[in-house]
């Protein structure tokens, strides 16, 4: 617990610093980019804008992995307390939120400290758009080239192709293959 405690705060100090507004500037950007890839599992090409969060909680051992051409817009959080897989292609919009663990709230354990934390896999597929301000819950897996609309509450699977929205997010239409 204690190494996990130390490389968090690396973690979260690296972050807090590459994703200031300086690090937007065209000749500092670069830096924020390295930063990154150097500490996470992240592909060519991405665009991360400020204000962008991928942090562990509760002492898991979470992994994140992220694909090529992906964009993180500004305020975007991760949680990779479970396992986050980001393919290649994808857009998150402004402040979209990405969640991998859950808490068993019926658990005795919860209750008494422990918080019941259980890592899940989410994952967000091929050329799938997070609309601005989306939350993506745990366990969850948005299908190919699906769209979730803005201020989505996404709590089930999204099938490729697919628009949904709302809270909870609902099958809206089934998007042109093109």
Do not use: C
């Amino acid at each position: 617990m204690n190494n996990y405690k130390k490389e968090q705060r690396k973690r979260r100090l690296m972050i807090t610093f590459y994703s200031s507004n300086w690090f937007s500037l065209n000749f500092t950007y670069k830096w924020r980019i390295k930063a990154y890839k150097k500490i996470f599992d992240i592909g060519e090409n991405i665009g991360i804008e400020s204000d962008v969060w991928l942090i562990r909680t509760h002492g898991l051992n979470g992994k994140i992995k992220i694909g090529q051409n992906v964009i993180l817009a500004k305020h975007v959080f991760i949680d990779y307390s479970g396992e986050v897989i980001i393919r290649n292609n994808v857009t998150l919009s402004d402040g979209v939120h990405i969640l991998s663990h859950k808490h068993d709230l019926y658990k005795l354990t919860h209750r008494l400290g422990n918080h019941g934390a259980e890592p899940m896999r989410t994952i967000i597929n091929e050329g799938a758009w997070i609309g601005s301000k989306a939350i993506i819950l745990p366990g969850v897996e948005i299908g190919a080239y699906a769209v979730v609309g803005a201020g989505a509450v996404v709590t089930k699977n999204v099938e490729p192709y697919t628009l949904v929205g709302g809270n909870p997010a609902k099958f809206i239409k089934i998007l042109d293959a093109k």
